[in-house]
């Protein structure tokens, strides 16, 4: 009786193609540039709301454009002095690159994108009036060619 030859040629290819499938598989896994860019601003956004509902000394500073920095400190003291948060919570965000919206999958955008905009509602109490208030607040996020987020920042809605 003759035997047939080890059935090298089948292992062999499907090894490769278990392996080609695994290969393929975990390359999927790994996040697109644009969901590690949103992951990376929503802990920014998160960081920013965070020290300025606090009243931190630095108030979010370090995300707000250079060139509105001074003003923005001073505004935000002013701020400061005269109301207390109640609640905060975040609406909805838009996402755009190079001006034009991105479709948005639930709460991430569906492609590469450049800027934000993130509506707040926040509940407050502005003194010298006991009454509290809410207002809708947009923050305008911006890429920088340095890879860096920058907020540029407009408290005049808590004043209307």
């Known amino acids: 009786m003759k035997r047939s030859p080890c059935p090298a040629f089948p292992v062999k290819t499907g090894l490769f193609l278990g392996l080609l499938l695994l290969s393929v598989s975990a390359c999927s896994m790994i996040p697109e540039s644009h969901e590690r860019d949103f992951e990376r601003l929503?802990?920014?956004?998160?960081l920013y709301n965070n020290e300025f509902e606090s009243k931190s000394d630095a108030a979010g500073s370090m995300w707000v454009k250079?060139?509105?920095?001074?003003?923005?400190?001073?505004?935000?003291?002013?701020?400061?002095?005269?109301?207390?948060?109640?609640?905060?919570?975040?609406?909805?965000?838009?996402?755009?690159?190079?001006?034009?919206?991105?479709?948005?999958?639930?709460?991430?955008?569906?492609?590469?994108?450049?800027?934000?905009i993130v509506s707040n509602r926040y509940e407050y109490i502005l003194a010298p009036s006991v009454?509290?208030?809410t207002k809708i607040i947009k923050q305008h996020w911006a890429l920088q060619p340095n890879g860096v987020w920058n907020l540029a920042p407009d408290l005049s809605p808590f004043y209307d």
Not at 42 to 46: A, E, F, S, T, Y
Not at 76 to 101: A, C, H, P
Request: aromatic share 8%; charged share 30%.
């Open 131 to 133: 009454s509290l208030k």
């Open 42 to 46: 929503d802990k920014i956004i998160r």
């Open 66 to 116: 250079n060139e509105m920095k001074a003003e923005y400190l001073t505004k935000v003291k002013e701020l400061y002095d005269r109301i207390n948060f109640v609640s905060s919570q975040t609406i909805s965000i838009v996402f755009k690159n190079k001006g034009k919206m991105i479709v948005q999958s639930n709460t991430s955008p569906g492609g590469d994108f450049d800027e934000a």
